[in-house]
């Protein structure tokens, strides 16, 4: 598992889940990334190989390297000095009926990913106290900033188990802002010119400038950073041209230099369902009867929905943010090849007793009128 297979990933999932270039969107990779991987790993078949050529792009990708990448982004650096402790929080778990067995190889799988664990929720008996017990405990995880990933109506009848991935980020900028710095100026939309509230830094950060980018790296306590990307031209064009090399190049590109910046200090924040753009995206097997995902239980399962719910703050302090997915999922009929015969021509036909096969009747049927 490599950066670049993420990155690709990243931009691939963002694209779908915001292809109007004017509108303002935030959503975790990560979250996504938690979420859809574990469920590779219990899945197997063209259900498992569609899963994987996204997440790592190829169908043979080693998903437990994906989780081990997630895992080490799960724990950051200790603070500093007088520095505030960063937090992270992140919580994996799979919720499931009593009515279906969860296998003890997919229970120790969630355990090496962020300790994940196996909860019981009655779906089939009591919808919506199971929705309710999810939505708690991922507004636990998230500080309240997620109080309600699922929304009413989101179990059905059919539900019976539920992937669910919780994260929550809180750093402190290594160079803060000065508060008193913060004043309004013009922030070109859109729709228009508008005054925002601009925090202003003096420092030496990660600068680049190149292939029509302006790129500015800040360093947040924990050993995260928030990267400003900002085109020369228009957005859209930029964004659109943008693949998993050169982003990384970008993100690759800055060194120290003294710099003078102006950032907007924003609160954005957005709910989506996944599974349109995710058959976009050629995930598609397993959200039909076909979908094996036999790895995390004996029962027929197969996806329904993937809701993904982020906020995310960026002020003079630091940054917080959150972020949920759940990947909801039903009991489905277990599929059989068949023949067909259709007896449209001459044919004979025997009534017998099946234990000792004497035969009633035997006939010859060449005009069934």
Known sequence: MTDRAHLAFALALHRVTAPDPGATVCWSPFSVASALGLLTQGAAGSTREELATLLLGSASGDVGALGKLLAQAGELEPARGEEDEPVIAVANTLWADESIAVLVSFVEELGRWSSGKVREAPFR????????????????????????LIPPGAVTDETV??????????????????????????????????????????????????????????????????????????????????????????????????IDLALPRLRVS????????????????????????HEISPAPLAVDEVLHEAVLTIDEEGLEGAAATAVMMRMVSLVTSSEQLVVDRPFLLLVRHAATGVVYFLARVTDPR
């Open 125 to 148: 008996t009591e919808p919506d106290r199971a929705r309710g017990m999810i939505n708690l405990d991922v507004a636990k995880t998230t500080r309240d900033l997620i109080p309600e």
């Open 161 to 258: 188990s539920a992937l669910v991935n919780a994260l929550y980020l809180k750093c402190a900028w290594r160079a803060r802002f000065t508060r008193e710095a913060t004043r309004l100026r013009p922030f070109h939309t859109p729709e228009g010119v508008r005054e925002v509230p601009t925090m202003e830094l003096s420092e030496r950060i990660g600068y680049a400038a190149q292939d029509g980018w302006r790129v500015a790296t800040l360093r947040a306590v924990g050993g995260v950073e928030a990267v400003v990307l900002l085109p020369d031209g228009d957005l859209a064009e930029a964004e659109a041209a943008l693949d998993a090399d050169s982003l990384a190049e970008l993100l690759d590109a800055p060194r120290l230099t003294q």
């Open 270 to 293: 957005t709910k989506t369902r996944l599974a349109d753009r995710l058959r976009q995206l050629g995930v598609r097997t397993v959200f039909t009867r076909h979908a094996d995902l």
